[in-house]
């Protein structure tokens, strides 16, 4: 069974950095794309980025000039960091595995989120 | 960026009827090599992540009740309950994988009437 879990401060300071990491555990990281996804309270949901095993990244223009991503294959672990927040960047963050086929990307394995609050 | 709209925002339903919600993408998501549209359908009830139901606009995921499915093509989706139970409340969101940046519905509200 595939699983994910986030983990990271949840609380963060303005004009600092929110770091997350996402440990995966019964899948391997070959052949997927692996995902941030963020929800504000009672909103809808934003897709972040993404990051291939080989580090090759896609991110979302509206953050692009603040997120990076990584992956630690050796310890099962892909992160986000996303610099210089401000409050609307409060929101629960989701990992998540994107699986390919027929040419696209979805999808189908979800963290249970982690609330991240940027407060000072 | 393909935005996503969904009708209604809120949907109450009496527990076995049908409730049916209503997505709309701002450009096509239809693969025309594959005939495929790239949508998904996810559930998500409070305080859980969401769960991916329905892939291709239609194709429901394994494990997935059969009272739930999904149709359309192109521009315009649809989900459908057919007969709604009270495990169903929660808010369902419709997602578009045809061009990244993935972009998803701002969700639909079903609850029990």
């Known amino acids: 069974q595939v699983q994910l879990q986030e983990s990271g401060p949840g609380l963060v300071k303005p004009s600092e950095t929110l770091s997350l990491s996402c440990t995966v555990a019964?899948?391997?990281?070959?052949?997927?794309?692996w995902s941030w996804i963020r929800q504000p309270a009672g909103k809808g949901l934003e897709w972040i980025g993404r990051?291939?095993?080989?580090?090759?990244?896609d991110y979302n223009p509206s953050l692009k000039s603040r997120v990076t991503m990584s992956v630690d294959t050796s310890k099962n672990q892909f992160s986000l960091k996303l610099k210089s927040v401000t409050a609307a960047d409060t929101a629960v963050y989701y990992c998540?595995?994107?699986?390919?086929?027929?040419?696209?990307?979805?999808?189908?394995?979800w963290g249970q989120g982690r609330l991240v609050t940027v407060s000072s | 960026d393909i935005v996503m709209t969904q009708s209604p925002d809120f949907l109450s339903v009496s527990l076995g009827e049908r409730a049916t919600i209503n997505c709309k993408s701002s450009?096509?998501?239809?693969?025309?090599?594959?005939?495929?549209?790239?949508v998904s359908w996810y559930q998500q009830k409070a305080g859980q992540p969401p769960k991916l139901l329905i892939n291709?606009?239609?194709s429901r995921e394994s494990g997935v009740p059969d009272r739930f499915s999904g149709s359309g093509s192109g521009t315009d989706f649809t989900l459908t309950i057919t007969s709604l139970q009270t495990a169903d409340v929660a808010v369902y969101s419709c997602?578009?994988?045809?061009?990244?940046?993935?972009?998803f519905g701002p969700g639909t509200t079903v609850d029990i009437k």
């Open positions: 998540a595995r994107e699986k390919g086929a027929f040419g696209g990307w979805y999808h189908d394995y």
């Open positions: 019964g899948a391997s990281f070959s052949a997927y794309y």
């Open positions: 450009q096509s998501v239809l693969y025309s090599s594959n005939n495929k549209s790239y």
């Open positions: 990051i291939y095993i080989s580090g090759s990244t």
């Open positions: 997602q578009q994988f045809y061009r990244t940046p993935f972009t």
């Open positions: 291709w606009a239609s």
